[in-house]
């Protein structure tokens, strides 16, 4: 076998573990150390953001010795961290529920809330529908080819109130489609949906969409207000570039709240998320944030247009930090992921496992601007040569 | 009002807002700035073991520029995570579900294996019965005063079998009573309830337990294999003095495992906790935590013969790096918490807020030799002076 079907053949033993979601790439590279990769553009996050949640932690925390005091004691508890939050949100705390990553509140709201019909658009978030109630009957709505797999709403409405759906979900921008619906489409859909029991309204992306020519951060949050039976579900892994962190929070009714935390979820942020929330909560941070937030959007709609003028494939339209790009007929996505590691070290997300999706998809995320252009001249060059 | 009187106020009101769980620390702290804490003696954690993480987290993470890797990428998931823990446990991983602290375990195991009667010894730690699912039906076996708040093995069978209960809890060595009971006594119980679905056996305090005078280990996790009906449950933040960094175990049957990874619980871990996982999977680091682990006990052991050479004071007998003190009927022990704090900047536990316990109780930590001396000076200065 020549080194790069070793590595496919592995990938493969790897992905028929992992389930639905992607191998994480801690696991790809510690288990096939042949790979290496140098551009992550499977992984969906600001990474300037990292740098400047690091420069943050270094000079607060590492370089003034408060280190230990973070790993060794008991963290805040869920409603003491969720002050930090009320801070950035304008949000009652009482309204707020923090959670180790987004997956664990998809869990724990699909648990405790979830009546017993739940519909969502698929292709989606796997976990939306993994970890569903046994029993719960899940009503999956595929978006069509035909339409850009773009979310029609009152389709949906339609669909919902045929199916006696109680628990709707929407991931807005979607993930892994890029889609992103406005706010006053996503208001006219509360407006026709007020008799659910629970519309759950994933804004994970939120800070990579924009409606006007400043990228003017558009508040989803104050709808919850107006809407009680609207659950509003945010990770931080995305925007902020922290996904090891496991930070994440929920906006949702206070009755809500209590009944989550009547359930458990006491301690669950680490010491190093409850600092990511505190700094959150620091003005200086916020407008720090602003301008690189500002800067990844503009790199990110860039980078979309240079993949569009490909013309060998289709790019599914976009406003968030990513685009769903399907190759041509006569070339296999897992194949084209293995080409795309194995010879210009770039890792990118291959949907072949994304139930809902038919052909040859592959995600590829935005990275720095020089990472950009070499994921758009690779996939020139893969494109031309296959 | 005096400072005391000031601080005494913030703390009351805190604790109302906290549940029957001590506040953190580091809210205390943070809300109560008047309070100059010097000794965290409500902390039940190995110093020593804290300093271990530090250095090793410093040496192979921090100095290498590995932390932003650390805090950037998904962490492994939780089946990835459980191969670190097989291979210092020397069980399979497929028993082996990993969780964010032992809360999350704890809440895990209730809401999906309880059946409907639940038996647990009070006092206890809350979240056994906190967590319960509401259509559990909680049977508290009260310890009694009489006996030390020993658990009697026997008696606590009968209770189960009276009750019909499906579901018994037992903490070994017991929080909050410090008493620990020998693994031939466990091994006779669990031989006398097989018929149970579940037994909750938690041995987050087992690493301070000993029974022969080398201290050695006390290995309970192979018993899962003679008793499928045994689940293990272990915090590390006790034994390791990580708290902030949210980690623990359990070990079970693996049908219950698939059952618990069915339902999510798929990047539960932070990547700091990853990290720890696989440093304990590291010999060098076993070796010397070993150390570290009869050093620390020694230590425990002669700050446990201190504090009962106090007369003024009931001390319960203890395996464990803590003790729970009796004060005399006349100071009040929230009382003498504040004293302790606002005088001797020492933080113990009032347990007055513990179900089950009638009576002046203080729940002291052993930390370190130098620390502990301190504290037995207190504890004698305030019962001489009250």
Redesign the interface.
């Given at each position: 076998m020549t080194k790069e079907e070793i590595i496919a053949a592995k990938i493969r033993e790897l992905k028929s573990?992992?389930g639905s979601?992607s191998?994480?790439?801690?696991?790809v590279l510690q288990l096939i150390p042949e790979i290496e990769m140098k551009i992550?553009a499977c992984?969906l996050?600001n990474?300037y953001a990292?740098e400047l949640?690091?420069n943050n932690?270094q000079e607060q925390i590492?370089s003034k010795g408060h280190?230990?005091?973070?790993?060794?004691?008991?963290?805040?508890?869920n409603?003491?961290i969720g002050k930090f939050i009320q801070t950035f949100t304008n949000i009652s705390a009482e309204n707020i529920f923090v959670g180790?990553?987004a997956?664990?509140i998809?869990?724990a709201i699909l648990?405790q809330f979830a009546e017993r019909n739940v519909a969502v658009p698929i292709p989606t978030f796997s976990?939306y529908y993994?970890?569903l109630r046994q029993d719960c009957v899940l009503h999956t709505y595929l978006l069509s080819k035909d339409n850009d797999m773009a979310l029609d709403l009152y389709k949906y409405t339609q669909f919902i109130s045929d199916r006696k759906v109680d628990t709707a979900i929407i991931i807005n921008p979607s993930n892994p489609t890029a889609e992103y619906i406005t706010q006053q489409n996503i208001i006219d859909f509360l407006d026709n949906n007020k008799h659910l029991k629970n519309i759950i309204l994933d804004i994970s992306f939120v800070h990579f969409a924009y409606e006007n020519e400043q990228y003017d951060y558009i508040n989803y949050e104050q709808l919850i207000y107006q809407y009680p039976n609207l659950i509003l579900v945010k990770s931080m892994?995305k925007d902020f570039?922290?996904?090891?962190?496991?930070a994440g929070y929920a906006i949702m009714s206070a009755d809500r709240v209590t009944t989550l935390l009547?359930?458990?979820?006491?301690?669950?942020?680490?010491?190093?998320?409850?600092y990511f929330f505190k700094l959150l909560s620091q003005k200086s941070f916020q407008v720090d944030y602003e301008v690189i937030r500002k800067k990844y959007i503009a790199e990110a709609r860039m980078f979309y247009e240079s993949l569009k003028a490909n013309k060998s494939v289709q790019v599914l339209p976009s406003k968030s930090n990513f685009a769903l790009v399907e190759l041509p007929s006569h070339i296999n996505s897992f194949d084209f992921t293995i080409e795309m590691l194995t010879k210009y070290h770039i890792y990118v997300r291959d949907c072949s496992d994304k139930i809902g999706l038919k052909g040859n998809y592959v995600r590829i995320a935005s990275r720095s601007e020089a990472e950009n252009e070499k994921i758009v001249s690779a996939l020139s060059l893969i494109t031309n040569s296959f």
């Amino acid at each position: 076998m020549t080194k790069e079907e070793i590595i496919a053949a592995k990938i493969r033993e790897l992905k028929s573990f992992s389930g639905s979601h992607s191998p994480s790439i801690e696991t790809v590279l510690q288990l096939i150390p042949e790979i290496e990769m140098k551009i992550d553009a499977c992984f969906l996050s600001n990474p300037y953001a990292t740098e400047l949640f690091l420069n943050n932690l270094q000079e607060q925390i590492i370089s003034k010795g408060h280190l230990r005091k973070m790993l060794e004691y008991y963290p805040p508890q869920n409603r003491d961290i969720g002050k930090f939050i009320q801070t950035f949100t304008n949000i009652s705390a009482e309204n707020i529920f923090v959670g180790n990553g987004a997956i664990e509140i998809i869990q724990a709201i699909l648990h405790q809330f979830a009546e017993r019909n739940v519909a969502v658009p698929i292709p989606t978030f796997s976990s939306y529908y993994e970890f569903l109630r046994q029993d719960c009957v899940l009503h999956t709505y595929l978006l069509s080819k035909d339409n850009d797999m773009a979310l029609d709403l009152y389709k949906y409405t339609q669909f919902i109130s045929d199916r006696k759906v109680d628990t709707a979900i929407i991931i807005n921008p979607s993930n892994p489609t890029a889609e992103y619906i406005t706010q006053q489409n996503i208001i006219d859909f509360l407006d026709n949906n007020k008799h659910l029991k629970n519309i759950i309204l994933d804004i994970s992306f939120v800070h990579f969409a924009y409606e006007n020519e400043q990228y003017d951060y558009i508040n989803y949050e104050q709808l919850i207000y107006q809407y009680p039976n609207l659950i509003l579900v945010k990770s931080m892994s995305k925007d902020f570039g922290i996904a090891g962190v496991r930070a994440g929070y929920a906006i949702m009714s206070a009755d809500r709240v209590t009944t989550l935390l009547d359930n458990g979820y006491l301690w669950n942020s680490s010491g190093m998320a409850a600092y990511f929330f505190k700094l959150l909560s620091q003005k200086s941070f916020q407008v720090d944030y602003e301008v690189i937030r500002k800067k990844y959007i503009a790199e990110a709609r860039m980078f979309y247009e240079s993949l569009k003028a490909n013309k060998s494939v289709q790019v599914l339209p976009s406003k968030s930090n990513f685009a769903l790009v399907e190759l041509p007929s006569h070339i296999n996505s897992f194949d084209f992921t293995i080409e795309m590691l194995t010879k210009y070290h770039i890792y990118v997300r291959d949907c072949s496992d994304k139930i809902g999706l038919k052909g040859n998809y592959v995600r590829i995320a935005s990275r720095s601007e020089a990472e950009n252009e070499k994921i758009v001249s690779a996939l020139s060059l893969i494109t031309n040569s296959f």
